[in-house]
C-alpha cells in the first residue's frame, strides 16, 4: 500500500478503457524497465479489491490511477524497501510529482513537512481526453503477431454454429491456493493486478485469462531463461 497522493483519500474508483504503462519507468530519471503497474491509490482507497484504471477526485475530475514503475522504484513507493516509506508520489496543480522521504520523517509521513519533491512522473499517466493518443500504434506489418512474444498468431477458425462478432462461450478454471499463513488468492491477485496494465488489460475475472495465457506462453517460449530467473540466475543486471 503507498502513501495517498493527496492529503484526503477521498476518492471514487472509475470504470474506464485500461491503458498501457511503459516501456521505462516513469520516476524520474529512472532509465530502467517497467516492472509493475502501480496503482497510486491503493486498491482500498479506490474502492475495489483489483484496483482501477481510472478515479474521480472529489471536485470531479478524472485521472489515471497507474503509472509504469520498475520494482526498485515500486519497492520504495509501496514501503519496502526498509522500515517505512522512502518516496511518495503526491499530485500538485495538475501534476504527478516524484519525491523523497526523508528517514526522519515522522509516521505516518506529513504532506508538506516530509516530502522532498524530485520531479514529475515521465510520462504521467494520462488524462481521459489523450487517453487515445497516449496508445501505442501497432505496426500494420506485426499484425499477425502476438505484441508479448512476436511469435505469430495461429488462425483459428470459428467453432461450429457460431456467429462472428457474437459473444465467446465461457468457463471456468478452478486453481486451489493456500489459505494459511499465506493467502494465495491475494498472491495471484496482486501479480495479475501488476502485470495487467504492462498488457493494457483491465484484471477483471474475465481479463485475467488474458493475463495468464502471454505469460505463461512468455515462460514456455524460453524455459531455460525462466527457470535461471526463478532460481535466482537469470536476474537483470544494475
Given at each position: 500500500?503507498?502513501?495517498?497522493?493527496?492529503p484526503?483519500?477521498?476518492?471514487?474508483?472509475?470504470?474506464?478503457?485500461?491503458?498501457?504503462?511503459g516501456?521505462?519507468?516513469?520516476?524520474?530519471?529512472?532509465?530502467?524497465?517497467?516492472?509493475?503497474?502501480?496503482?497510486?491509490?491503493?486498491?482500498?482507497?479506490?474502492?475495489?479489491?483489483?484496483?482501477?484504471?481510472?478515479?474521480?477526485?472529489?471536485?470531479?475530475?478524472?485521472?489515471?490511477?497507474?503509472?509504469?514503475?520498475?520494482?526498485?522504484?515500486?519497492?520504495?513507493?509501496?514501503?519496502?524497501?526498509?522500515?517505512?516509506?522512502?518516496?511518495w508520489?503526491?499530485?500538485?496543480?495538475?501534476?504527478?510529482?516524484?519525491?523523497?522521504v526523508?528517514?526522519?520523517?515522522q509516521?505516518?509521513?506529513?504532506?508538506?513537512?516530509?516530502?522532498?519533491?524530485?520531479?514529475?512522473?515521465?510520462?504521467?499517466?494520462?488524462?481521459?481526453?489523450?487517453?487515445?493518443?497516449s496508445?501505442?500504434?501497432?505496426?500494420?506489418?506485426?499484425?499477425?503477431?502476438?505484441t508479448?512474444?512476436?511469435?505469430?498468431?495461429?488462425?483459428?477458425?470459428?467453432?461450429?454454429?457460431?456467429?462472428?462478432?457474437?459473444?465467446?462461450?465461457?468457463?471456468?478454471w478452478?486453481?486451489?491456493?493456500?489459505?494459511?499463513?499465506?493467502?494465495?488468492?491475494?498472491?495471484?491477485?496482486?501479480?495479475?493486478?501488476?502485470?495487467a496494465?504492462?498488457?493494457?488489460?483491465?484484471?477483471?475475472?474475465?481479463?485475467?485469462?488474458?493475463?495468464?495465457?502471454?505469460?505463461?506462453?512468455?515462460?514456455?517460449?524460453?524455459?531455460?531463461?525462466?527457470?535461471?530467473?526463478?532460481?535466482?540466475?537469470?536476474?537483470?543486471?544494475?
Amino acid at each position: 500500500m503507498s502513501l495517498p497522493p493527496f492529503p484526503s483519500q477521498n476518492v471514487e474508483g472509475v470504470v474506464g478503457k485500461p491503458y498501457k504503462v511503459g516501456p521505462v519507468c516513469s520516476a524520474p530519471d529512472c532509465n530502467h524497465e517497467v516492472d509493475h503497474g502501480h496503482h497510486i491509490w491503493s486498491r482500498s482507497a479506490s474502492g475495489r479489491k483489483g484496483g482501477y484504471f481510472w478515479v474521480r477526485t472529489p471536485d470531479g475530475k478524472v485521472l489515471g490511477n497507474l503509472a509504469g514503475l520498475c520494482y526498485r522504484c515500486h519497492a520504495k513507493v509501496e514501503g519496502q524497501e526498509r522500515a517505512g516509506f522512502s518516496c511518495w508520489i503526491q499530485y500538485h496543480d495538475g501534476e504527478w510529482i516524484w519525491g523523497e522521504v526523508p528517514r526522519d520523517s515522522q509516521t505516518p509521513p506529513r504532506w508538506h513537512e516530509d516530502f522532498l519533491p524530485i520531479g514529475p512522473l515521465d510520462p504521467h499517466p494520462p488524462t481521459p481526453d489523450l487517453l487515445d493518443a497516449s496508445q501505442p500504434e501497432a505496426e500494420s506489418e506485426s499484425e499477425d503477431r502476438c505484441t508479448q512474444c512476436g511469435q505469430r498468431k495461429r488462425r483459428v477458425g470459428l467453432p461450429a454454429g457460431s456467429t462472428p462478432g457474437a459473444p465467446r462461450r465461457r468457463k471456468s478454471w478452478i486453481v486451489k491456493v493456500p489459505d494459511d499463513h499465506e493467502d494465495g488468492a491475494d498472491v495471484l491477485d496482486t501479480l495479475v493486478d501488476d502485470l495487467a496494465p504492462l498488457l493494457g488489460i483491465d484484471p477483471t475475472a474475465s481479463g485475467r485469462y488474458h493475463v495468464l495465457v502471454p505469460v505463461l506462453y512468455y515462460a514456455h517460449q524460453d524455459e531455460h531463461g525462466f527457470l535461471d530467473s526463478i532460481k535466482g540466475l537469470g536476474g537483470r543486471d544494475g
